[in-house]
């Protein structure tokens, strides 16, 4: 009896945990179903009557296309950069090294509204104007921390006498990274992306301060719905965010695997 | 013939210290040449700078007459096996063994037919679909040699292969290389810090330490006659043991007082001084009885016996010095020869090692 009892309270505790982590995205899922004209949980009827209504509010849409673009290109910049900024911190000893890494780092203990006052400061004294563009760099300097998190880990399990193997076997520099290096810190890359992509996606404060009429984010677009209107639309257009993100980790996953990546960081 | 690999004077510093310290060497072609010292004694560190992976500080290393130290590593054609196999871990055995072969562009059937060959060569066929995480470490280590040799370079680099293996499998694994070096007849280095390995291995060793080439030599002479105190105390094990001159006579040759008997040795040294001796412990005859009355051999007591399986280790004592005897068991049985018991000691006056105080 004394024995099962450390795993009782282990199922317990996973229980909670999987309940606590589920639970809005279940409330969210099935209040979008409600017939009511006001959020409510648990939902009173079933309709798809929000899902059609989003047809009508075009803008929702156009936020998701604007968001995804500035997701997409904030996780391919942030994975390049973050990438060579992590072959240099690992591989290399250079002038004020701590303090290069120090600083790519410090987004993360700054506030982002700390941040993002200084940004738009910036923006405004070079004279920039808001545009996707302007939102991106915002992301990837937020983001580029998370990607070399990854990426240095996976680097720092690398053996590097596999690069010397293959110089030794006739391959140039640029073969052997992009033969050997890459191929095997891949999962960290990826991982970097993806993570840079949620950050993104999943960004208010910096989008809100480099808001214009027509740089307008999802997470943007659904705050300032919610100060004026407060109908299902809301659930129902987070629930589309959802199911595309369920689709897209199942279709990571298929493809690259790179949940098992994660787990044994890339050895 | 002639020499393959040749190092002129080489020199390397890492921080201001000096690493390898104006090293010269000659390798015959089809040789194996192994480089032995303990870590820190500069031989990867060579191994690298022929390989290409650190520059020459100064000096100048040939390949076949063409100096090759001021190319990268990767146009210097050398094949070289790491001490962690460095096989690409996302490759198939096929994909690694066929690397080289892929950046020479050699047509598509003409590596099939060198991998499966290669593979054949290190008792690997039908491995080609496997990962190197699915291969044991022994396994590994063949495929890396297969990757090494399939492109047939001009020189063949083992980098402590052996040192991540079992001590059964390394054994099987050492003369597996020696028996394809010498069928392709390629001319080896082999880094190694393991005194058993080099001298089973080798054409001739080089005995490395502090950054300078101590001897090199054939295996049994680096054993037999060790030329600096430093390769005596490092090959084998060796007895430390005092002798004072007592007489010098005019050919070269003395007589010493040693172990309370008189010995007559060559030497040079003058009257009365004290002179440092080696002797390797399995040189060492020891006897329960004296055959004759005129048996010249030392009375020594049995402190400690220690059973080694093939041969038995004593421990002699005599006036406070030790000395140590490895004998076999087949020529002495050990119950014959209790602890605590006398027993008569005979050194070949050949057998010692003169210390030369460098």
Known sequence: ?267 | MSSYLKLENIRKSFNKTEVVKDLSLEIKEGEIMSFLGPSGCGKSTTLNMIAGFLEVDRGKIEVAGESVHLLPPHKREMGMVFQNYALFPHMTVFDNVAYGLKIRKVKKQEIRKRVLEGLEMVRLAGYENRYPKELSGGQQQRVSLARALVIKPKLLLLDEPLSNLDAKLRQEMREEIVDIQKKVGITTIFVTHDQEEALAISDRIAVMYDGRIEQVDIPSAIYNNPKTDFVSEFIGEVNQVKGKVLEVYKDNKSKILFFGKELIIPSDSSQDTMLNFFIRPEKVQIVNFRNTEEDTGIEMKVDKKMFLGARTRYFLKVNGEQLIADISNTVLNPSQIQEESTVIVHLNPDDLLLRKGR
């Open chain 1, 1 to 267: 009896m004394k024995k099962r009892l450390p795993k009782i309270l282990l199922n317990f505790v996973c229980t909670l945990t999987y309940i606590f982590l589920l639970a809005p995205i279940i409330v969210i899922l099935s209040s979008s179903l409600t017939k009511t004209e006001y959020i409510v949980f648990p939902p009173e009827g079933l309709t798809l009557r929000w899902y059609t209504e989003l047809i009508n509010h075009p803008e929702f849409m156009e936020s998701l296309m604007l968001s995804v673009t500035v997701a997409l290109g904030t996780a391919l910049i942030s994975m390049v950069i973050g990438t060579l900024a992590s072959l240099a911190v690992v591989r290399h000893e250079f002038a004020a090294k701590a303090l290069i890494v120090q600083l790519i780092g410090s987004p993360l203990l700054i506030p982002s509204v700390v941040f993002a006052v200084a940004l738009l400061q910036f923006y405004s004294w070079i004279g920039m104007a808001t545009s996707p563009f302007a939102l991106i760099i915002g992301h990837v300097i937020i983001s580029v921390p998370f990607v070399m998190r990854l990426v240095v880990a996976s680097l720092v399990g690398f053996n590097q006498s596999i690069e010397q193997a293959a110089m030794n076997l006739g391959a140039s520099n640029s073969r052997v990274f992009f033969q050997i290096t890459l191929p095997v810190i891949k999962s960290g890359v990826i991982g970097g992306a993806i993570f840079a992509f949620i950050t993104s996606f999943d960004d208010l404060t910096i989008a809100l301060f480099i808001i214009s009429t027509d740089v307008v984010t999802l997470p943007v677009r659904i705050f300032t719905y919610m100060q004026y209107q407060y109908d299902p639309i809301i659930t129902s257009v987070s629930s589309v965010i959802i199911i595309i993100t369920i689709v897209l980790m199942i279709f990571i996953e298929r493809i690259l695997g790179v949940g098992k990546m994660f787990a044994s960081s890339g050895k």
